[in-house]
Protein backbone atom coordinates (compact mmCIF):
# COMPACT_ATOMS: atom_id res chain seq x y z
CA UNK A 1 0.00 0.00 0.00
CA UNK A 2 1.47 3.49 -0.68
CA UNK A 3 2.06 5.91 1.83
CA UNK A 4 -0.26 9.10 1.69
CA UNK A 5 0.99 12.62 1.21
CA UNK A 6 0.43 14.41 4.23
CA UNK A 7 0.71 18.05 2.43
CA UNK A 8 0.74 18.22 -1.74
CA UNK A 9 0.92 21.68 -3.22
CA UNK A 10 0.36 21.53 -6.91
CA UNK A 11 0.99 23.87 -8.79
CA UNK A 12 -0.16 26.61 -5.96
CA UNK A 13 -0.67 30.22 -6.88
CA UNK A 14 -1.28 33.06 -4.11
CA UNK A 15 -1.91 36.75 -5.29
CA UNK A 16 -3.71 39.23 -3.49
CA UNK A 17 -6.01 42.19 -4.55
CA UNK A 18 -4.01 45.44 -3.60
CA UNK A 19 -6.45 48.71 -2.32
CA UNK A 20 -5.52 50.49 -5.66
CA UNK A 21 -6.78 47.98 -7.70
CA UNK A 22 -3.79 45.59 -8.91
CA UNK A 23 -3.21 42.03 -7.99
CA UNK A 24 -0.01 41.07 -6.27
CA UNK A 25 1.04 37.28 -6.60
CA UNK A 26 3.04 36.55 -4.01
CA UNK A 27 3.62 32.88 -4.77
CA UNK A 28 3.57 31.04 -8.19
CA UNK A 29 3.21 27.59 -9.75
CA UNK A 30 4.64 26.10 -5.57
CA UNK A 31 4.90 22.57 -6.17
CA UNK A 32 5.42 21.03 -2.85
CA UNK A 33 5.49 17.59 -0.87
CA UNK A 34 5.35 16.78 2.87
CA UNK A 35 5.59 12.63 3.27
CA UNK A 36 3.67 10.85 6.13
CA UNK A 37 6.53 11.46 8.82
CA UNK A 38 8.98 13.64 6.85
CA UNK A 39 10.28 16.79 8.30
CA UNK A 40 10.39 19.48 5.74
CA UNK A 41 11.93 23.02 6.14
CA UNK A 42 11.14 26.20 4.05
CA UNK A 43 14.15 28.79 3.75
CA UNK A 44 14.01 31.57 1.24
CA UNK A 45 14.79 36.01 1.73
CA UNK A 46 12.27 37.92 3.96
CA UNK A 47 8.71 37.97 1.43
CA UNK A 48 9.44 35.34 -0.45
CA UNK A 49 6.31 33.75 0.63
CA UNK A 50 7.03 31.38 2.81
CA UNK A 51 4.81 31.57 5.60
CA UNK A 52 2.14 32.27 2.86
CA UNK A 53 2.72 28.81 1.84
CA UNK A 54 2.22 27.36 5.36
CA UNK A 55 -1.10 29.18 5.37
CA UNK A 56 -2.21 27.62 2.41
CA UNK A 57 -1.49 24.14 4.06
CA UNK A 58 -3.18 25.40 6.82
CA UNK A 59 -6.33 26.42 4.94
CA UNK A 60 -6.05 29.91 6.29
CA UNK A 61 -5.12 31.12 2.33
CA UNK A 62 -7.13 29.18 -0.43
CA UNK A 63 -4.63 29.34 -3.76
CA UNK A 64 -6.02 31.64 -6.67
CA UNK A 65 -4.94 28.74 -9.00
CA UNK A 66 -3.96 24.84 -8.52
CA UNK A 67 -4.36 22.56 -5.47
CA UNK A 68 -3.83 21.58 -1.89
CA UNK A 69 -4.20 18.05 -0.99
CA UNK A 70 -3.98 16.80 2.88
CA UNK A 71 -3.44 12.95 3.17
CA UNK A 72 -4.44 12.92 -0.30
CA UNK A 73 -7.77 14.84 -0.38
CA UNK A 74 -8.76 18.01 -1.81
CA UNK A 75 -8.54 20.62 1.40
CA UNK A 76 -11.67 22.27 2.02
CA UNK A 77 -11.78 25.03 4.49
CA UNK A 78 -9.26 25.05 7.62
CA UNK A 79 -6.95 21.97 8.04
CA UNK A 80 -8.01 19.93 11.00
CA UNK A 81 -5.27 17.41 11.49
CA UNK A 82 -2.62 20.01 11.30
CA UNK A 83 -1.89 22.14 14.52
CA UNK A 84 -0.23 25.46 13.73
CA UNK A 85 2.70 26.85 15.84
CA UNK A 86 3.16 30.55 15.50
CA UNK A 87 6.44 32.64 16.02
CA UNK A 88 4.72 34.99 18.05
CA UNK A 89 3.16 34.08 21.37
CA UNK A 90 -0.26 32.76 21.17
CA UNK A 91 -0.45 32.03 25.09
CA UNK A 92 -3.24 33.53 27.42
CA UNK A 93 -1.29 35.96 29.87
CA UNK A 94 -4.61 35.67 32.42
CA UNK A 95 -3.82 31.80 32.50
CA UNK A 96 -1.67 29.30 33.74
CA UNK A 97 0.87 27.48 31.56
CA UNK A 98 -1.65 24.49 32.78
CA UNK A 99 -4.27 25.99 31.95
CA UNK A 100 -2.57 27.25 28.69
CA UNK A 101 -1.61 23.89 27.81
CA UNK A 102 -5.17 22.23 28.87
CA UNK A 103 -7.53 24.38 26.58
CA UNK A 104 -5.99 22.91 23.71
CA UNK A 105 -8.71 20.11 24.25
CA UNK A 106 -10.77 21.68 26.23
CA UNK A 107 -12.16 24.03 23.06
CA UNK A 108 -12.31 20.25 21.49
CA UNK A 109 -15.06 19.02 24.44
CA UNK A 110 -12.85 17.36 26.43
CA UNK A 111 -13.39 17.50 29.97
CA UNK A 112 -11.47 19.75 32.21
CA UNK A 113 -11.23 16.66 34.80
CA UNK A 114 -9.32 14.75 31.73
CA UNK A 115 -7.80 17.72 30.39
CA UNK A 116 -5.87 19.06 33.03
CA UNK A 117 -4.43 15.96 33.71
CA UNK A 118 -3.34 15.45 30.49
CA UNK A 119 -2.25 19.17 29.88
CA UNK A 120 0.35 18.11 32.72
CA UNK A 121 1.98 15.71 31.50
CA UNK A 122 2.70 17.17 28.30
CA UNK A 123 4.19 19.95 30.72
CA UNK A 124 6.27 17.44 31.67
CA UNK A 125 7.50 16.17 28.35
CA UNK A 126 8.54 19.34 27.99
CA UNK A 127 10.85 20.13 31.11
CA UNK A 128 7.90 22.40 32.75
CA UNK A 129 6.45 20.41 34.89
CA UNK A 130 7.15 22.09 37.83
CA UNK A 131 5.97 25.45 36.22
CA UNK A 132 2.14 24.44 35.73
CA UNK A 133 0.94 27.50 37.87
CA UNK A 134 3.17 30.22 36.44
CA UNK A 135 1.43 32.07 34.48
CA UNK A 136 3.65 33.65 30.92
CA UNK A 137 4.92 36.50 32.37
CA UNK A 138 6.25 34.30 34.86
CA UNK A 139 8.09 32.42 32.61
CA UNK A 140 11.41 33.32 30.28
CA UNK A 141 10.96 33.06 26.45
CA UNK A 142 12.50 29.52 26.00
CA UNK A 143 9.57 28.21 28.71
CA UNK A 144 7.01 30.11 27.10
CA UNK A 145 7.53 27.98 23.74
CA UNK A 146 7.81 25.30 25.61
CA UNK A 147 4.15 25.78 27.06
CA UNK A 148 3.33 26.79 23.27
CA UNK A 149 4.65 23.31 21.63
CA UNK A 150 2.93 21.13 24.81
CA UNK A 151 -0.55 23.37 23.79
CA UNK A 152 -0.27 22.05 20.24
CA UNK A 153 1.35 18.70 20.62
CA UNK A 154 -1.44 17.84 23.31
CA UNK A 155 -4.34 17.65 20.38
CA UNK A 156 -1.87 15.01 18.39
CA UNK A 157 -1.93 16.21 15.00
CA UNK A 158 -1.04 14.65 12.15
CA UNK A 159 0.72 17.43 10.86
CA UNK A 160 2.80 20.19 12.67
CA UNK A 161 3.49 23.61 10.96
CA UNK A 162 5.72 25.70 12.38
CA UNK A 163 6.52 29.65 11.44
CA UNK A 164 10.14 30.67 12.74
CA UNK A 165 8.82 29.42 15.75
CA UNK A 166 12.54 30.05 17.44
CA UNK A 167 12.74 33.06 15.36
CA UNK A 168 12.23 35.64 19.08
CA UNK A 169 15.12 33.40 21.19
CA UNK A 170 18.56 33.58 21.57
CA UNK A 171 20.74 31.29 19.78
CA UNK A 172 21.49 28.99 22.72
CA UNK A 173 18.14 28.82 23.72
CA UNK A 174 16.94 28.40 19.83
CA UNK A 175 19.39 25.26 20.09
CA UNK A 176 17.91 23.17 23.39
CA UNK A 177 14.42 23.93 21.57
CA UNK A 178 15.55 22.65 18.60
CA UNK A 179 16.60 19.64 20.29
CA UNK A 180 13.52 19.41 22.08
CA UNK A 181 11.62 19.50 19.26
CA UNK A 182 13.49 16.36 17.81
CA UNK A 183 12.89 14.40 20.93
CA UNK A 184 9.19 14.50 20.58
CA UNK A 185 9.47 14.31 16.55
CA UNK A 186 11.10 11.14 16.85
CA UNK A 187 8.61 9.89 19.63
CA UNK A 188 5.98 9.59 16.85
CA UNK A 189 7.43 10.96 13.78
CA UNK A 190 4.57 13.49 12.35
CA UNK A 191 4.41 15.59 9.40
CA UNK A 192 6.49 18.94 9.87
CA UNK A 193 6.71 21.72 7.72
CA UNK A 194 9.15 24.22 9.22
CA UNK A 195 9.74 27.82 8.11
CA UNK A 196 12.79 29.30 9.23
CA UNK A 197 15.60 32.08 8.10
CA UNK A 198 18.24 30.26 9.60
CA UNK A 199 19.69 27.80 7.15
CA UNK A 200 21.64 26.03 10.09
CA UNK A 201 18.59 25.37 11.98
CA UNK A 202 16.93 24.05 8.80
CA UNK A 203 19.67 21.54 7.84
CA UNK A 204 20.17 20.11 11.55
CA UNK A 205 16.46 20.00 11.31
CA UNK A 206 14.95 18.57 8.64
CA UNK A 207 14.81 15.34 5.99
CA UNK A 208 14.63 17.86 3.30
CA UNK A 209 15.27 21.47 3.02
CA UNK A 210 13.50 23.30 0.16
CA UNK A 211 14.55 26.79 -1.11
CA UNK A 212 11.99 30.03 -2.28
CA UNK A 213 13.32 32.13 -4.42
CA UNK A 214 13.09 36.13 -3.66
CA UNK A 215 9.23 37.77 -4.34
CA UNK A 216 7.32 39.10 -5.53
CA UNK A 217 5.77 35.47 -7.95
CA UNK A 218 8.11 33.57 -5.81
CA UNK A 219 8.75 29.75 -6.68
CA UNK A 220 10.21 26.86 -5.29
CA UNK A 221 14.19 26.61 -7.02
CA UNK A 222 15.61 23.78 -4.60
CA UNK A 223 14.74 20.84 -2.77
CA UNK A 224 17.77 18.75 -1.06
CA UNK A 225 17.40 15.98 0.58
CA UNK A 226 19.45 15.77 4.20
CA UNK A 227 21.02 12.69 4.94
CA UNK A 228 22.77 13.39 7.92
CA UNK A 229 21.69 10.21 10.44
CA UNK A 230 19.58 10.95 13.12
CA UNK A 231 19.30 10.66 16.03
CA UNK A 232 21.06 13.84 15.63
CA UNK A 233 22.30 16.22 18.34
CA UNK A 234 22.16 19.51 17.15
CA UNK A 235 24.78 21.04 19.25
CA UNK A 236 27.22 18.21 17.65
CA UNK A 237 25.61 17.79 13.86
CA UNK A 238 26.51 21.43 12.85
CA UNK A 239 30.55 20.13 13.12
CA UNK A 240 29.84 17.19 10.91
CA UNK A 241 31.57 17.56 7.37
CA UNK A 242 28.86 16.60 5.56
CA UNK A 243 26.65 19.42 7.29
CA UNK A 244 29.09 21.77 5.88
CA UNK A 245 29.29 20.85 2.32
CA UNK A 246 25.48 20.59 2.47
CA UNK A 247 25.41 24.49 4.05
CA UNK A 248 27.84 25.18 1.06
CA UNK A 249 25.96 23.80 -1.94
CA UNK A 250 21.79 25.07 -0.48
CA UNK A 251 24.10 28.81 0.58
CA UNK A 252 25.66 28.81 -3.39
CA UNK A 253 22.19 29.09 -4.50
CA UNK A 254 20.39 30.73 -1.67
CA UNK A 255 22.90 34.00 -0.93
CA UNK A 256 21.82 34.87 -4.66
CA UNK A 257 18.17 35.09 -3.36
CA UNK A 258 18.96 36.54 -0.39
CA UNK A 259 20.72 39.82 -2.24
CA UNK A 260 17.84 39.77 -4.88
CA UNK A 261 15.13 40.43 -2.10
CA UNK A 262 17.64 42.65 -0.02
CA UNK A 263 17.96 45.19 -3.24
CA UNK A 264 14.18 45.07 -4.03
CA UNK A 265 13.06 45.71 -0.28
CA UNK A 266 16.20 48.85 -0.57
CA UNK A 267 14.70 50.14 -3.95
CA UNK A 268 11.05 49.81 -2.41
CA UNK A 269 12.27 51.49 0.53
CA UNK A 270 13.70 54.56 -1.54
CA UNK A 271 10.50 54.61 -3.50
CA UNK A 272 8.60 55.42 -0.86
Avoid at 211 to 234: C, E, F, H, K, N
Wanted: aromatic letters at 6%; hydrophobic letters at 45%; glycine letters at 8%.
Amino acid sequence: MTTPTAVALEDAKVAFQLGDGRVYTAVEKANLTVGEGEFVAIVGPTGCGKSTLLNVAAGLLKPAAGSVKIFDQPLAGLNRDAGYLFQADALFPWKTALDNVAIGLEVSGTPRSEALPRAQKWLTSVGLGAFANRYPHMLSGGQRKRVALAQVLIRDPKILLMDEPFGPLDAQTRQVMGNLLLDLWNADRKAVLFVTHDLEEAIALADRVVIMSAGPSSRIIGDWRVSLPRPRDIFEVRLDKEFHALHREIWSVLKDEVMKGYAQSTQAAEAV
